[in-house]
């Protein structure tokens, strides 16, 4: 074996540090250990979590895909290894989000009162309407989500913020993805396009429906669909101010109907999916029939 160089012979060394010169070759010639292997491994495996989630999972939901492919490892340690690898959760700063709630239309109680715990689909549906920016200035996202599963049932974007433009279309949406079977508390703020006459008229065409809105000014009273917008506007993989409306509404359809709804784990519903607690809460309910 050539003998290797370096600043001091490696007899003195050895004797320093009291090891055989054959014990030290042997050092010098060993792979890397399993954990070091492992830790290869779970490296790759975090980084490929991490740029299918759009580079928005950080250690908890990323420790959360780990488990579910069958890997045993601790969140420290997933944590541990996504520092040294310089990878961590890229979100972006809040937009601005309005509600247009200086009018003299009937405003309906506040029957929600904060409770966002039902364990029956079709029990509480919330809805609101964001701004987003473009390439061509404000355009209008509204959303419809189901408190049980909270799966986006129904949305709209649109360039405008008639009530035909954003919630009736949202509604009609939401209504043909899940049938209305049971009394539906429908919750919103105060905006004017849910308390227009033909959005309010479309409710009260179906008995179920009741009709419930945000105290005013308090967005806590409509929190999991602030959420919903605040993990949107974080987590949406392009920046929407250099993109026109056609672009635009390619993302976002994307981003709610393959990703959210399908593919992100949420930390709501224990780590799973919509789509997967959709399920669970169906079979549920079948057997409870």
């Not at 090891?19 to 779970?42: C, I, L, Q, T």
């Not at 806590?220 to 919903?228: G, I, L, V």
Request: hydrophobic share 35%; glycine share 6%; charged share 25%.
């Amino acid at each position: 074996m050539a003998e290797h160089k370096h600043l001091y012979p490696i007899v003195k060394m050895s004797e320093v540090f009291g090891v055989s010169r054959s014990g030290y070759y042997s050092w010098m010639g060993r792979g890397p250990s399993d954990r070091a292997k492992e830790n290869h491994r779970f490296t790759r495996r975090i980084k490929q979590i991490w740029l299918d989630s759009g580079k928005t999972y950080g250690s908890p939901r990323i420790h959360q895909q780990l488990l579910r492919q069958g890997e045993q490892l601790s969140r420290r340690r997933v944590a541990r290894l996504m520092r040294k690898e310089g990878i961590q959760s890229q979100i972006r700063p809040k937009w601005v989000a309005t509600t247009d709630s200086k009018h003299q239309l009937p405003v309906a109680p506040n029957l929600l009162d904060q409770d966002f715990t039902t364990d029956r689909l079709g029990q509480v549906w919330v809805s609101d309407i964001t701004y987003i920016p473009s390439s061509q200035g404000w355009l209008y996202l509204t959303t419809i989500m189901d408190l049980a599963d909270r799966q986006i049932l129904g949305w709209s974007f649109s360039e405008g913020m008639r009530a035909d433009q954003t919630v009736i279309p949202a509604w009609k949406q939401a209504c043909q993805k899940r049938a209305i079977e049971q009394t539906l508390i429908f919750h919103s703020d105060r905006g004017i396009q849910y308390a227009c006459q033909e959005f309010r008229q479309l409710l009260e065409a179906r008995p179920r429906v009741r009709q419930s809105m945000s105290r005013k000014g308090n967005c806590w009273d409509n929190a999991p669909a602030e959420s919903f917008f605040k993990t949107f506007k974080a987590e949406l993989p392009i920046e929407p101010k250099h993109y026109r409306y056609d672009k635009l509404r390619g993302v976002i359809f994307q981003f709610i109907e393959i990703w959210y709804n399908r593919q992100r784990l949420h930390s709501t519903l224990d780590y799973h999916t919509p789509v997967e607690m959709e399920n669970h809460l169906t079979e549920n309910q079948e057997l409870a029939a």
